[in-house]
C-alpha cells in the first residue's frame, strides 16, 4: 500500500524473485462520507485474494494496514517510514490534534504537485517535478483532507503483534528520534521505498520468509 496520495508507482524499482513471490498493488480511492479508517480498512480488505499474505504499508498506508491487520489475518505486516502507534508521532502532529490546525491547509490546491509533495513526502521537489507527477496521482481534496485528518487523529496505542517496522535515520516526517523499535536504514528518508530500493529488494526476502 502506497503512502498518501501516492500511486503503486512509488513500487517501481523493488524487483522481488517472481518464482518466490506474487506482488499485488493497492490503491487509494476516495473515501465514502464519514468513512474511518477502520471503516477503510475493511474495504480495502475485500480486495485481498489471497490466504494469509504479507502486507506491506509506506508511510499513511503503513498506518492503514495496521488497521486492515485488525480485521484480517495476514502473516506479517510490514510497515515503512510510518509509524506504530499515536506515540510515535512528531510533535507538530499532536499540536494539529489538539487545535484542529490541520484544517487551514490549502488542500483545494492538490493539483499544485509541490504542495502536494510537501504533504505526502515532506519534502520540495522542483528538480523532479515531472516524476513525482507520477508518483502522486490521487489528486482529490476529499480525500486528502480525509488522510490528513486520519493521520493526525489516530488513535493507535499498540500495534498488531506481527509489525515489522523499517525506518530511515533521515526521515523528515516521522523523526526516527520518535521511533522504538526498528530496522533502521542508514541515511534513509521518508522517499527510500523509492530513492533506496536496493536496500529493500536486498532485505525484504528475507524479513518477509524468516
Known sequence: MPGMAASPAIFE????DPTVFILHY???????????LADYAKMVNESIIHDNPVLIGVSFGG??????ARHRRFKKVIIISS???KFEMPKRMHFARYTRIHKLLPTGLVNNVELLAKYAFGEKVNKRLALYEIYLDVRDKVYIDWAIHQIVNWKQTQPPKNVIHIH?????????NNIKGCITVNKGKHTMIIYRAKWFNEHLPKLILE
Open 26 to 36: 493497492l490503491k487509494w480511492h476516495v473515501p465514502r462520507p464519514n468513512d474511518t
Open 83 to 85: 509509524i506504530k502507534s
Open 13 to 16: 524499482n523493488l524487483k522481488l
Open 63 to 68: 498506518m492503514l494496514v495496521q488497521e486492515m
Open 168 to 176: 530511515g535515520e533521515l526521515d523528515n516526517v516521522f523523526p526516527i
